[in-house]
């Protein structure tokens, strides 16, 4: 048998590093995004327990994708307002359904909400479903960002949670504290203040995000009126806060990537929630 010449194995080796380098090249972080958690997250009307047209103006996916800029895949929405009938489970369902896309990204801005609100006998009792929470997000194997737990008693007036439903303030401050620690354990976790953001909006005060402001007595309205679901201009501001954590906590989550204009992240994002397939109703959608 012949043996290859230099000049013909040195070209064989010139075309399988071109074919290879779209292989070899580092792929971006903003490539696969993935939503879990709640009501917040997933969108929710009262008028629309099913979902539905104005439901979908409400997912935070929409907006999200406005703002990333570079190339990506849709983000993908698998949280669900159902979240609160069975934590447990459907927690167990997000992180599978969310770990099956191979993310680059998990964003669960709501994820821990339910595990410290919810029924529960006692504070302990409280405590001890947060720690479930924790140990459930532990099985993501990317970035994750994740949200505190707000105070959402306020709602309670409108009757869309009740007071049972509602941890006290010393617990709900414990929660804040244990996930400080257990973030600052994981290095690829980003803590965003959706406590802070929460109370700015029930005081009506002004919001500001990497240079996008609302003016004080304009922020209440970017909740909707049951007082603790965003409708599109607060899923837009949540969207951005969200991204301006992320961006300031992990360097390969460069903020020049993201549109900031937050009129230009709305529009867009309304644009997108107008397809046909955005309003589907039920969870583990996008």
Not at 15 to 29: D, H, I, V
Not at 87 to 108: C, F, H, M, W, Y
Not at 132 to 153: H, K, N
Request: with cysteine; glycine share 6%; charged share 15%.
């Amino acid at each position: 048998m012949k043996a290859f010449r230099p000049g013909f194995a040195k070209v064989l080796g010139l075309l399988f590093l071109l074919l290879a380098r779209p292989l070899l090249a580092a792929e971006s972080p903003w490539a696969r995004v993935v939503v879990i958690g709640a009501s917040a997250s997933a969108g929710f009307v009262l008028a629309e327990p099913f979902g539905g047209t104005n439901t979908a103006r409400c997912k935070l996916n929409h907006y999200l994708d406005a703002a990333i800029t570079p190339p990506h895949a849709p983000v993908k929405n698998v949280a669900t307002a159902m979240f609160f009938l069975s934590t447990d489970a459907l927690a167990k369902l997000e992180i599978e359904s969310a770990t099956n896309q191979r993310p680059t990204l998990v964003i669960g801005v709501d994820f821990l909400f339910w595990f410290c609100y919810g029924e529960a006998h006692t504070e302990a009792e409280r405590a001890r479903h947060f720690e479930t929470g924790l140990r459930f997000l532990e099985q993501i194997p990317c970035p994750l960002v994740i949200g505190d737990v707000p105070d959402a008693s306020a709602a309670t007036n409108t009757g869309i949670i009740s007071s049972e439903q509602v941890p006290s303030e010393a617990c709900r401050n414990a929660a804040n504290r244990r996930l400080k620690e257990w973030a600052a354990q994981h290095p690829n976790v980003t803590v965003v203040p959706l406590a802070k953001f929460m109370q700015a909006t029930m005081a009506n005060a002004a919001i500001s995000i990497h240079g996008q402001n609302v003016p004080a007595g304009k922020s209440r309205a970017l909740l909707q009126p049951d007082q603790l679901h965003p409708g599109p201009r607060g899923a837009t501001l949540l969207a951005l806060e969200i991204l301006d954590g992320l961006t300031a906590r992990q360097p390969k989550f460069p903020a020049a990537d993201i549109r900031w204009a937050q009129e230009e992240v709305l529009q867009n994002g309304l644009k997108s929630a107008s397809r046909p397939a955005a309003a589907k109703p039920g969870p583990f959608h996008q």
